[in-house]
């Protein structure tokens, strides 16, 4: 039996889960951070609720996985983007509560295992997910191992894809993840707005108390032409780094995840699948990579810390 | 010993190498295609030549590897750019000439082998070569071995950078290639010229005879202004790109080779190495790749080749 742990900037999650990556149970909590020591005290806790519950000792579990938005290094935290997390040795303070073996992983390379072992990835050696979220993370499989590099592999959003374009929280101009994660579609949504007093954009919008990663897809279906053009656009940028992603490392397949994933298929994917189909360097050989739409939604991360033994 | 042969678009180059990498002699000739079955009998001459010159016999050989411009699965050429060969078996016409192993790779992936042997990325893990020339072509080692993935890997030259940019040969805008090769920078020379009749660029082009990538280098190296600005604006493209494949997969060190790479040293790398550590997103944990200029010139592929054994 493993445990899987997902870090998240607002909740922390637990998982207890089987070797064939089956959730059995989970438990979850705010998070509400003071020290790295009560931190740790935290995760221990969430996977100790899980264990009595269970009617497991912690010899019971063969490991457990603990994803992390930032990068790490062998049991250590050396950086985290929204939690003050530097350097903290997460392993040995985890231990002190609760001694089993801990293995620790970018939050990204975590769902890039769990979507591998359980999900769109299955019994592919090169494979990548592609995140879209409030920004754009990425984790690759390369010959059947997860690619873990120094740290801080897969930062796939701070590409840039239009020198001297939009500014990212990163310092640099252009980056893909100021287009294509869900915060760049609502900066453009908003633009759009602008440009187009007359567009359903707005209806939608106020439907809904405010513009979401979705208001565009939603007018689109309706058939607003300034929605359908914004969802077109946003498409293009989308596509545009992910066949950057399969010319540098060509994989079989490659999955798109996170919130703006669930946008209606004719809409998303589709296009997407066509401009990379069309567009990408592979082609000379037919041997065009699957473009997919990730399956396990917000459990990826949880499972693939789990089973994070089994892709490395 | 060893025999690595490199395959370029107008010549053919063996060598004789021995298990540290040193080249003991090697024999050329003109590429003068006619059908895949003479171009095997060629490679296997050159290697014949190589052998019965040191006295050797084909048992002496541990294994030939062959560096291809284009995509290689196991023994045969899938695909390659400028020389007509399409699913071609090469390993078993070659051996039906000169019977040793063979082993085939990209010819960029032999590169990034050879100076990861032998050059710029000795003691490394995690390494890439970028090389500048009349493409821009790309290597990577990662986790200590050669990542070769589908036979068509490290296209780094077609990631845009440029949305809408400058057309590429292979059919995308704004890719990489169309601003940091050596035929991108003698199209931006050429832009530079027209806006700026003043410019020493004219004088340096007429003296040898053409624009070259070299011109701007020179004209700059002269204090010509249009010059210096044009060698600012190629290096912060050639960054663009380098910072991205830092970002995406976090090497320890980034060789540039190629023609360009023979730029100045205050023109080119040094600012490189400026805008990458400036902009690159493993500076927050202080792992900054290194920005090597590549050791190895034109032999890093031959090199590679003959020592692929190492690195798979």
């Known amino acids: ?18 070797e064939t990556g089956h959730i059995l149970d989970t438990e979850r909590t705010p998070l509400r951070f003071t020290t790295a020591e009560d ?10 609720t899980l264990l009595s519950r269970a009617g497991l000792r ?19 935290i050396l950086y985290t983007c929204n939690i003050p997390l530097r350097d903290v040795p997460l392993e040995r303070l985890f231990r002190a509560h609760l001694d089993i073996p801990v293995r620790m992983e970018n939050d990204a ?20 997910v592609v995140t879209l979220g409030t920004g754009v993370g990425g984790g690759f499989i390369l010959d059947g191992r997860l690619y873990a590099g120094g740290g801080m592999v897969g930062e796939v959003g701070h590409m840039v894809v239009e020198q001297g374009g939009a500014l990212c929280g990163c310092g640099r ?3 893909w993840e100021a287009y294509a994660s869900a915060t760049g579609l609502i900066r453009m949504t908003y633009e759009a707005m ?9 209806a939608v919008a106020a439907e809904r108390g405010g513009v979401e990663g979705r208001t565009a897809f939603d007018a689109a279906q309706r ?60 082609r000379h050989t037919g041997k065009i990579p699957r473009i997919l739409r990730a399956e396990l939604g917000n459990d990826a991360g949880m499972i693939g810390a789990a089973l994070l033994d089994r892709a490395i």
């Not at 602008?194 to 707005?202: D, G, K, V, Y």
């Open 223 to 282: 058939g607003d032409a300034a929605a359908l053009e914004l969802c077109h656009t946003y498409v293009v940028y989308l596509a545009a780094g992910v066949t950057n992603l399969v010319n540098i490392l060509q994989p079989e397949a490659v999955a798109v995840g996170g919130g703006v994933a669930g946008a209606p298929e004719p809409l998303l994917m589709e296009p997407l699948r066509q401009i990379v189909e069309r567009e990408c360097y592979p």
């Open 39 to 48: 931190f740790a005290g935290t995760l221990a806790g969430l996977a100790g």
């Open 1 to 18: 039996m493993y445990i899987g742990i997902d870090v998240g900037g607002t909740n922390l999650k637990a998982g207890l889960v089987d």
């Open 109 to 128: 390379n975590c769902a890039a295992v769990g979507e591998w072992l359980c999900g769109a990835g299955r019994g592919t050696r090169n494979f990548m």
């Open 173 to 175: 101009r252009g980056c």
């Open 194 to 202: 602008e440009a187009h007093p007359e567009s359903l954009l707005h």
């Open 58 to 76: 912690a010899s019971d579990i063969v490991r457990a996985g603990i994803g992390i938005p930032g990068a790490v290094c062998g049991g250590d």
